[in-house]
């Protein structure tokens, strides 16, 4: 048995780096609010109020960067010097970086590279961190750390989110994601558990626990949210009817929130919302930056998170800002992260900003349409640039299919010409009936809004699910590329 102290005596002071000592939280709730006080004072701003906080705290991690060695080479090399950026409105005359020169630093700095801002066993002496990794979809996951500081926004930025579709206390949340080194469960997780007063139900993907458990799981302990990507929440509605004998609609949800991608002319918010019978909430984020912009009920484009995150759209090809309503990369700045900084990080995802107009949340913070897709999954296909999910509304057009897709690219040499084509196997439902005429359909669809014609293959129900990565942790894939693979 533990011995007791004697009364009146003190023990003495932990020389352990606790978490609960390493953050002045008082400062914290000023500067980074409670979701109700955050959605009733800084997401009601005026514009230039919230400029003058993107200035201040953009400024700041100016000289983050400059005490950053993977940022003062790049910006010296671009003949900047401290100083040379003095308002947010200069921000493009620092040169942006991708996925890849993280790489290339990890590569030559081991394990996590200069860009992370510490030296891993020092910083944790005094700073608990935490590392979390990109899903590997296109490549070896990338690690990033996360100090007391970025642990606690990565959870709060998806409480905005979920405050302002309409969560409170008392909600209950099925989270079918893995708190692995993937990001995604433990954001929600926390959200809901230290921010919301909702109850999380951390089932995990649908390989730790299945899919019929976790709709058994939603029936019995009254979950009113469920939190997936698209795919899943069709699989998990698809079980409930075949295999525990109830409609997904009975469980009365609240709402969805997920991550519908080019779900430009709304079909797969549609389809959701009919399975479901309730509002479906688009979103955007990534594992460095957290979700970095959300639907409101009004579904009228994402809210950027503009306290938090400074975001631009560049030209895919030159790098230069875009005006707003045209489509280009999303260049990405935080203006509270410091390991590591997040400095003009070139996302590499498609999206357009809104022009501005008024918002029926009362809000000033600007607005971004639907993820396109990846502009590294782009392919150039007789001239015309092709993104493997500008597919989706062809795809999702006609009942007959599951709504499953993928994109083979080959290349084809005939009388010493070269020409590159593109394949969409597309996966047909058992109960489709007859297919007659599906595949012209389709493929008139696809012509129509990919530019060029594209070949369409009709696989059976459930082919693509290993290829795809459908129904497993982490995105979908949608591009198989062997125009450059040996036989």
Known sequence: MMEKPRAGARLPE????????????????????????????????PADRVRELQNRRFLAMMAVGWDNAFYRERWAAAGLEPGDIRTLDD??????????????????????????GVELHRELQSNPIKMQTSGGTTGKPRPTLFGVLEWEMNALQVARTLYIQGARPGDVMLIPATNSLANLAWCYYKAAHDYLGM???????????PSLKQIELAFDYGVNV????????????????EEHGRDARDLGLKF????????TGGVLRRELEALYDTRVYDNYGT????????????QDGLYLMEDCIYLEVVDVETGLPVEPGETGNLVATSLFRKIPPIIRFNLRDLTRILPQRPSALGTHFRRMDHFLGRSDDMVKLRGTNLYPMG???????????????????ERHVRNEVIRDEMTVQVEVRRQAGGREGLQEVLEQRLHTDLG????????????????????????????VDRRFTKD
Request: net charge negative; proline share 8%; glycine share 6%.
């Open 14 to 45: 932990t020389k352990l780096p606790l978490y609960r000592n390493t953050l002045d939280w008082d400062w914290f709730s000023q500067q980074f609010p409670a979701p109700d006080v955050w959605a009733e004072t800084i997401f009601k701003w």
């Open 91 to 116: 921000i493009t005359k620092l040169p942006a970086f991708n996925s890849d020169d993280i790489k290339d630093d990890q590569r030559e700095h081991p394990p996590f590279g200069r860009f992370s």
């Open 199 to 209: 109850m999380p139900l951390t089932t995990g993907s649908g390989v730790v626990t």
């Open 226 to 241: 469920i939190m997936s990507f698209p795919e899943y929440l069709t699989q998990l509605a698809k079980v409930a009817r």
């Open 256 to 263: 969805i929130p997920t991550y519908l991608g080019p779900d």
């Open 287 to 298: 594992h460095e930056v957290s979700n970095a912009a959300f639907e409101g009920e009004d």
């Open 391 to 409: 597919c989706l509304n062809a795809v999702r057009s006609d009942p007959r299919t599951t709504g499953e897709w993928m994109c083979i690219v």
């Open 452 to 479: 060029v014609r594209v070949a369409v293959e009709l696989v059976e129900e459930g082919a693509l699910a290993d290829v795809a990565n459908l129904g497993r942790e982490g995105k979908p894939r949608r591009l």
